[in-house]
């Protein structure tokens, strides 16, 4: 009887979750990405991992890349929002309850 949810907390406290926020901060850094140039070696592929390496046993892990596509499906968003940096802005805000 003396165990509070974590939903009841962070609803008193007035703290979004952090699956939300985790999220928000993945497509808000996407957006920077996007608005770079092509030259810049974010965008150019200077940064990448590279393909050649072994990898461990068991399922792959979930490239960054891939966790983005799978926001963008569940958000609803697209890609070319993220050139206009207030419409992409509001669209990604996770509202505090």
Known sequence: MDRIR???????????????????????????????????????GILNRFENTRRARGRPRL???????IDFKEWNVSKELALNRTAWKLAIHVSEP
């Open 6 to 44: 974590n939903d009841d907390i962070r609803d008193m406290v007035g703290v979004a979750p952090i699956e939300e926020k985790l999220v928000q901060h993945r497509l808000r850094w996407f957006g920077h990405v996007q608005r770079r140039p092509p030259e810049a070696p974010v965008r150019s």
């Open 63 to 69: 490239t960054w890349e891939e966790a983005v596509k």
